[in-house]
């Protein structure tokens, strides 16, 4: 399974956050929000990029809509990777 998404911060710039909505925010939830109307907005969550930082959060089932502000000065590389798991059905004796 992978249902966790991993993202390593390599640089810092102005802008670029990665910004959470809730599901009960304005606009949040599946569909509920258009991509020019997130980006001039400050609600939700934001997650300032850092250089060395981590942000892992859950995608798939439960996902929260989420996007990238944009960048105003400087440049933003980010590695992203999955964790990626296996459950063991251990039979009870």
């Known amino acids: 399974n992978t249902e966790i998404t991993v993202l390593v911060y390599l640089t810092s710039c102005k802008g670029g956050a990665t910004r959470f909505y809730l599901p009960n925010s ?3 939830g ?3 929000r258009k991509k020019k ?3 001039d907005s400050a609600d939700g969550v934001a997650f300032v990029p850092t250089a060395g930082s981590i942000l892992m959060h859950m995608h798939g089932d439960r996902c929260l809509e989420h996007e990238a502000d944009p960048v105003l000065d400087g440049v933003k590389y ?3 990777t999955d ?3 296996a459950t063991n059905d251990i039979p009870s004796s």
């Open 83 to 85: 964790i990626v798991y």
């Open 26 to 28: 304005k606009g949040g």
């Open 30 to 32: 599946s569909g509920g």
């Open 37 to 39: 109307e997130a980006a």
């Open 78 to 80: 980010v590695l992203r």
